[in-house]
């Protein structure tokens, strides 16, 4: 390959190559990231930062905005601790169904969102074969803040995990090894050998998993119940405004949206060194 | 709509026509919800009737200039036949849900769909705030607003889901979520008819959903004019109004046929739309004034 690309790399000794791909790169993420997402802000722009701002203050923006915080912090806490938990089990045990368990805590991301909510529905709504046990005692999870919490954790369910497991398989033995020969319980080694190297893949499993809950759409419109001010989240809010036709409420948090997400990437983007991921 | 039409109302007009006139009549209908009917319309889709389930379309086709004819001229102010607003709660009644305020009982769990998106949850608003103000009313003489008022907010507050269609709420309320749904009688009936398990619970004083049928003037050619106007006669006939009763609806010429239809239940004070003054007022007043700026949005 390189010896067809090298003899057309230099006009003159100028590098054509180099500019013409930035270039073509550039042109081909505008229609398709770029202009979408700067249109957002233009449009919210448009009629000055005052309306952006009365759009934002709005209760039920401010609530909605809340909702979706708190619930992807709960998936998110819950989806780490697991992660961590199935990433070391999968990761320093061989046995009989260890690929078949790893493939099913991948599985979440290939199913589309919308099953994940209905498939909640149908397991714990009234009829469903655990709500049909619960109901009796007066538990509905469904239309509740924790059929969120239910839904993010199953979207986000390998995130955490697939960060995770990848450093805990590549890490050297030897010094969980060498704490164990000198005297270390397993719970004293995992404390303050396993998990200090684990840092970084944690936090940004964190990151990930947090990003995309705070997204989420297709399993919390069917199992929140989308009651404004209540159990609506911000990606609810801003389809419901725009199906009110109040465009500029959706705008204003659609780009608080865009640059809290904006805000994480970088953060997992310039933090690598520290966070040693590769 | 489509069962009532096709089983009863034309089968009915064709051999009617046939044996006054020796023609065929073919009818070729399209249903589906009001509001797209008429975009279907307005965007040049050549029908002759229309039959719709809110008043509000047929003024969109007056101004589309499709309607120029006086509507309202015709038999019953253009309506054809009716529905009212009722409550599903499950068999047995267990919440003892007997009118709407009960809707505000503790640990009630209601499905109400989202007054912003569906049509028929407008018109569950309407008929939870106009019951309490006739009711008021009727005791009184004046209708207290703060009372309805209240009534809506408490109702409200045992809201557990508010999907975006009225069709949306009724897959909610049948696979279990709930205890009480507000919804037309119509379709209350039909899940009846199709196996759900539940009751239907008639409110002291209720809204009546009025549908106006409409002759599409721009499209009617000359020839056609005959039979489509005395189509439009026989839908007020007793024969089409039977059929709408059987099939479900209520009949708006003949209150007989109501009462001596045994899945119907009598309601004491009913009302309609032109109670809060026709619908482009009722919108504003209840549902934006009332509904979304005072029981909806968060203080």
Redesign the interface.
């Known amino acids: 390959m390189s010896s067809i690309i090298t003899p057309l790399r230099h006009v003159r000794g100028f590098d054509v190559v180099r500019p013409l791909s930035i270039w073509t790169l550039i042109l081909m993420m505008m229609p398709l990231v770029l202009l979408p997402l700067a249109s957002v802000f233009i449009f919210g722009t448009s009629k000055g930062l005052h309306s952006f701002w009365v759009a934002l203050k709005a209760?039920?923006a401010i609530?909605a905005l809340e909702l979706s915080m708190v619930t992807s912090f709960w998936a998110t806490a819950f989806n780490v601790l697991f992660g961590l938990f199935a990433a070391y089990v999968l990761s320093r045990y061989n046995f009989w169904g260890r690929n078949a368990l790893i493939v099913t805590i991948s599985l979440p991301t290939a199913i589309p969102t919308a099953v994940a909510g209905f498939a909640l529905?149908l397991l714990w709504?009234?009829?469903?074969t655990l709500?049909r046990l619960l109901?009796p005692h007066g538990i509905?999870m469904?239309?509740t803040a924790g059929a969120i919490v239910l839904a993010n954790i199953f979207v986000t369910f390998p995130l955490a995990f697939g960060v995770i497991k990848p450093v805990l398989d590549t890490m050297s033995r030897s010094l969980e090894e060498a704490s164990a020969t000198i005297g270390a319980t397993r719970w004293q080694t995992f404390w303050h050998v396993t998990l200090p190297s684990l840092r970084g893949a944690i936090v940004s499993g964190a990151l990930l998993t947090f990003a995309r809950a705070v997204g989420e759409f297709g399993s919390t419109i069917l199992v929140s119940?989308?009651?404004?001010?209540r159990t609506q989240t911000a990606p609810l809010y801003i389809f419901?405004k725009f199906?009110?036709g109040q465009i500029e409420a959706a705008n204003a948090i659609a780009i608080v949206l865009a640059l809290f997400s904006f805000l994480i990437f970088s953060v997992l983007f310039f933090a690598r060194d520290w966070l040693d991921v590769e | 709509m489509k069962e009532s039409l096709e089983k009863s109302v034309y089968p009915g007009f064709s051999a009617k026509w046939k044996a006054e006139h020796g023609q065929e009549v073919r009818f070729t209908s399209s249903f589906a919800g009001s509001e797209t009917v008429t975009n279907q319309i307005l965007q040049g889709v050549g029908a002759d009737i229309a039959i719709l389930s809110i008043e509000r379309d047929v003024d969109r086709l007056k101004q589309g200039g499709f309607v120029t004819a006086d509507w309202q001229a015709l038999p019953h102010q253009g309506i054809v036949n009716k529905t009212p607003f009722v409550i599903l709660v499950r068999k047995g009644n267990p919440k003892g849900i007997r009118d709407f305020p009960d809707l505000a009982k503790p640990g009630v769990?209601l499905i109400h769909p989202?007054p912003?998106?569906s049509g028929g949850a407008q018109w569950s608003v309407l008929a939870i705030y106009g019951s309490e103000l006739v009711k008021s009313e009727k005791q009184t003489g004046e209708p207290d607003q703060a009372h309805a008022l209240q009534t809506l907010r408490a109702v409200w507050r045992n809201?557990?889901?508010?999907?975006?269609s009225a069709r949306e709420a009724r897959t909610q309320f049948e696979?279990?979520?709930g205890d009480a749904l507000v919804t037309y009688e119509l379709e209350g009936l039909l899940m009846k008819q199709a196996g759900t398990a539940l009751e239907i619970v008639i409110p002291r004083a209720t809204i009546f959903s009025e549908h106006p049928a409409v002759v599409i003037d721009r499209s009617v050619s000359a020839a056609k004019r005959p039979v489509v106007d005395a189509f439009m006669q026989y839908l007020w006939s007793d024969e089409a109004q039977r059929g709408f009763v059987e099939y479900h609806f209520r009949s708006i010429t003949d209150e007989s046929l109501n009462s001596a239809h045994k899945e119907f239940g009598q309601i004491e004070m009913p009302f309609t739309i032109d109670y809060f003054g026709g619908w482009s007022k009722a919108y504003a007043e209840i549902i934006e004034g009332i509904f979304r700026d005072q029981v909806?949005?968060?203080?």
């Open positions: 209760p039920e609530f529905l709504g009234p009829y469903g709500g109901a509905q469904m239309f119940g989308n009651l404004a001010g419901a199906n009110e | 769990q989202d912003v998106s809201v557990i889901s508010t999907p975006g696979t279990g979520f909806q949005r968060r203080k």
